[in-house]
């Protein structure tokens, strides 16, 4: 897998692409496609139409780099245009109209058993647990958690990527927090948290 790129490295990159490197944007569908994938199956649980739906938002990025328009963040953008393109594909498929889609569709959460990290099996079963709890929640707060704790995402990046505003989204993890609180021990909820800030969600890819 590739490193994912530090922020102001993508950005020199996305500059660098809007000039007319393609080599850049080749650089920065590397770097993130982990990271789509991941996001991508979250929201659609069929890996080769979510293989297809990123393939489809880096030609059309080569096809418009004449248009492309400046971004703070590469990789918050990324995410937004995904779900967007994803969202979309759903509607035609469905014969609906996407904004109806978006309040519909499902987010799921789920953690690989054999990462690296995972030492002791008493961690593996309160991820396991975990899991179980943000499933349990509905899927807007599932999402910002996947985005605010994996994605490392800003509060105003995650307001774009859903679609929100700010205070919604503020509003909407404290929702988030207080359910997780009633059902988990705060001290194991923080704790694992920090550790998914750290190392990112092993989520798995299927």
């Given at each position: 897998m590739s490193r994912r790129l530090p922020s102001e490295e993508a950005k020199r990159l996305w500059q660098e692409y809007r000039a007319g490197d393609m080599y850049a944007l080749a650089r920065i569908m590397q770097s993130y496609y982990s990271d789509l994938f991941h996001w991508g199956m979250r929201l659609h649980a069929d890996r080769e139409f979510v293989k297809d739906c990123i393939q489809e938002v880096f030609l059309n990025l080569w096809k418009q780099q004449s248009s492309a328009q400046a971004v703070e963040n590469v990789r918050a953008y990324l995410l937004m245009v995904l779900k967007s393109r994803i969202l979309r594909e759903l509607s035609r498929q469905h014969m609906t109209n996407q904004s109806e889609l978006s309040d519909d569709y499902t987010f799921s959460v789920e953690f690989a058993a054999d990462v690296q990290w995972?030492?002791?099996e008493n961690e593996v079963y309160q991820i396991r647990k975990l899991e179980r709890v943000i499933n349990h929640l509905p899927e807007r707060q599932k999402e910002l958690i996947y985005l605010r704790f994996y994605q490392n995402l800003s509060f105003e990046q995650i307001a774009d990527?859903?679609?929100?505003?700010?205070?919604?989204?503020?509003?909407?993890?404290?929702?988030?927090?207080?359910?997780?609180?009633?059902?988990?021990?705060?001290?194991?909820?923080?704790?694992?948290?920090?550790?998914?800030?750290?190392?990112?969600?092993?989520?798995?890819?299927?």
């Open positions: 995972i030492e002791e990527v859903m679609n929100l505003g700010r205070q919604s989204v503020y509003n909407l993890l404290q929702k988030s927090l207080i359910s997780l609180r009633k059902n988990w021990p705060v001290n194991n909820i923080v704790f694992l948290l920090i550790q998914f800030t750290v190392y990112g969600f092993p989520f798995t890819d299927a």
